[in-house]
């Protein structure tokens, strides 16, 4: 059995907490918890949907307000209806307009997706899909092992976490690769690789020796 949130005939939810106004069974009590666990994952994302679409709906609407970048006074009606201060209204919508829906992972907190709000999308693809592998095999990525990965260019160990930061390898390239790598899937999937003429093909070559020149370097 299932109980909606908003149903408020045996409990009411508010933000000083859970009021039960009449007996619940068993089944009513225990299938709350799933939907209090969803409830309190995604609050975030939900409230920065919410603002992005009232930003981009209404603020934009006001040919005034020609600036790309949202003025503050933007956010007063949301601070307003939310109680919430403006720079946690800003970080959320931040997050939700800069880590599209798609990419979103169930399994994986708000803040990992803040972490890496600040990548291109082929990269917040990998790095959000490494960090759910991992916990499904039961090894999973903290948020602080997921920054200092990113900035190292690759999953560090729990080891590595914490030793300085000098000691923590190359500079990062995985992105640029991933990129690379994105952009080949792309092109097959466009059956680019099929229909290419000779020259084309030699072009690509060249344009991709640099990157053969490196690997033998190694």
């Known amino acids: 059995m299932s109980i909606?949130?908003?149903?408020?005939?045996?409990?009411?939810?508010?933000r000083t907490g859970l009021e039960v106004h009449d007996h619940l069974s068993f089944e009513?009590?225990?299938s709350l918890a799933p939907l209090l666990n969803e409830a309190a994952r995604g609050v975030?994302?939900?409230?920065?949907?919410?603002?992005?679409?009232?930003?981009?709906?209404?603020?934009?609407?006001?040919?005034?307000?020609?600036?790309?970048?949202?003025?503050?006074?933007?956010y007063e009606a949301a601070i307003h209806l939310t109680g919430l201060d403006r720079?946690?209204?800003?970080?959320?919508?931040?997050?939700?307009?800069?880590?599209?829906?798609?990419?979103?992972n169930k399994d994986l907190s708000w803040e990992h997706h803040k972490i890496v709000a600040k990548l291109p999308p082929v990269d917040q693809q990998y790095w959000l899909k490494l960090a759910a592998h991992q916990l499904a095999d039961g090894q999973p990525v903290s948020t602080r092992r997921l920054r200092r990965s990113i900035s190292s260019g690759r999953l560090?160990?729990?080891?590595?976490?914490?030793?300085?930061?000098?000691?923590?390898?190359?500079?990062?390239?995985?992105?640029?690769?991933?990129?690379?790598?994105?952009?080949w899937s792309r092109m097959r999937e466009k059956g680019w690789h099929e229909d290419a003429t000779p020259e084309q093909r030699a072009a690509v070559k060249r344009d991709l020796e640099p990157i053969v020149a490196i690997y033998n370097e190694l």
């Open 156 to 183: 560090l160990d729990t080891d590595e976490v914490n030793l300085p930061e000098s000691d923590r390898g190359i500079e990062n390239h995985i992105p640029f690769v991933n990129r690379l790598v994105a952009w």
């Open 28 to 30: 009513e009590w225990s």
């Open 4 to 14: 909606a949130l908003s149903d408020t005939r045996k409990f009411t939810i508010s």
């Open 87 to 104: 720079a946690t209204l800003q970080t959320y919508a931040h997050v939700s307009r800069k880590v599209p829906s798609s990419l979103r």
């Open 44 to 74: 975030a994302f939900v409230i920065g949907d919410w603002l992005t679409y009232g930003l981009d709906r209404f603020a934009k609407s006001d040919p005034r307000n020609a600036a790309s970048r949202v003025r503050s006074e933007d």
